[in-house]
């Protein structure tokens, strides 16, 4: 049996009544203090058009971050790479590579994170919205990366200095793209459970040894709300369902309180959404929290977790990961 690395996921969550300097000053501040609760890496997500959310320019966040800390890896999750001519990408995380070497992560992803309409505001072009280039565009990331296939544009910062790469993916197509490049795979399971099992698969049986990785390397990011007691727990994680089911249902907000998520009138099929949204997630006592973490590595023999806990105030957020540090993470285990 070997212990599980414990990393984090964040969105930098704009709540009701707040704004975004507020929301990235509590970035900031859960950085720091999951960095000294050992956690492995701390990462930003890329959305935009999302009131809910600061983390849009995760290259400029991810560089205040590692300036704000010492140790944790710091890095992105992702990237949405149809969003951004390669040649930028390789120059920012080149640029944040020499600045801190050795703690940097490029994650990247294939959707837009965002609408389609933002996603054409963000591209400029039709030319790139779909995903059928996104291998060709991750093609050319790397080689500026690495210069291994020369041609007249070369990153500075970037050629020789590349951050850790890792592939996300809510489906197969990236699980199966990272397995045959012998990349790491970051797997969505807090927005696409029914689609975790399927892509480990994937991944692991198209994976072939490279310059990366000798074997498969696969993390799970999963939504965990730990408190003191199972009730409070889902009390504080009311506001994320109400978030997610207003993003879907075209009404984006900032993130509600625990009391405005509790009085909110829910149909019967708006409560099933959000029941659905919380399956195969971590909500509970640190007792529960281990119960469920650990039924979710036996499923997926992951090789870490990545933890994401959206909730309304700092403090219960910081708790959160405090309880998952304190109480949870030293009874985690997997089968070497």
Not at 147 to 159: C, F, N, Y
Not at 250 to 274: C, D, H, I, K, W
Request: proline residues 7%; negative net charge; aromatic residues 8%.
């Amino acid at each position: 049996m070997i212990d599980v690395p414990l990393s984090v996921l964040e969105v930098a969550p704009v709540a009701a009544g707040a704004n975004a300097g507020e929301a990235l000053r509590h970035t900031t501040e859960l950085a720091r203090r999951t960095e000294e609760l050992g956690y492995h890496r701390f990462w930003v997500a890329e959305h935009h058009n999302m009131p809910a959310i600061a983390s849009s320019a995760p290259a400029v966040l991810i560089a205040h971050l590692a300036a704000s800390t010492s140790s944790i890896r710091v890095g992105s999750g992702g990237v949405m790479l149809p969003n951004h001519p390669a040649l930028v990408v390789a120059e920012q995380f080149g640029t944040l590579e020499a600045l801190h070497p050795g703690r940097i992560d490029l994650g990247i992803g294939r959707a837009p994170g965002t609408d389609q309409v933002t996603a054409l505001a963000l591209r400029r072009t039709m030319e790139g919205l779909s995903a059928e280039g996104f291998p060709r565009e991750l093609t050319d990331l790397m080689n500026y990366f690495s210069g291994e296939q020369p041609g007249p544009i070369t990153a500075s910062p970037g050629l020789g200095q590349q951050p850790a790469v890792w592939l996300l993916g809510s489906s197969g197509f990236s699980a199966q793209l990272a397995g045959l490049l012998g990349l790491p795979f970051s797997f969505a399971h807090h927005f696409s459970a029914q689609n975790t099992l399927p892509a480990l698969a994937l991944y692991r049986q198209h994976f072939r040894p490279s310059r990366f990785l000798d074997k498969p390397y696969a993390m799970v990011a999963v939504n965990v709300f730990c408190a003191e007691t199972d009730e409070r727990a889902h009390w504080l994680a009311g506001p994320a369902g109400l978030s997610f089911l207003r993003l879907r249902s075209g009404r984006p907000q900032p993130l509600a309180t625990p009391e405005e998520a509790a009085a909110y009138p829910y149909t019967e099929v708006e409560q099933e959404f959000v029941a659905q949204r919380l399956e195969g997630q971590a909500v509970g006592s640190p007792e529960t929290v281990r119960r469920q973490l650990t039924h979710l590595l036996e499923r997926t023999g992951a090789d870490e977790l990545m933890l994401t806990t959206m909730v309304y105030d700092i403090e219960d957020r910081v708790r959160s990961f405090e309880l998952v540090a304190e109480q949870v993470a030293g009874g985690l285990r997997r089968d070497a």
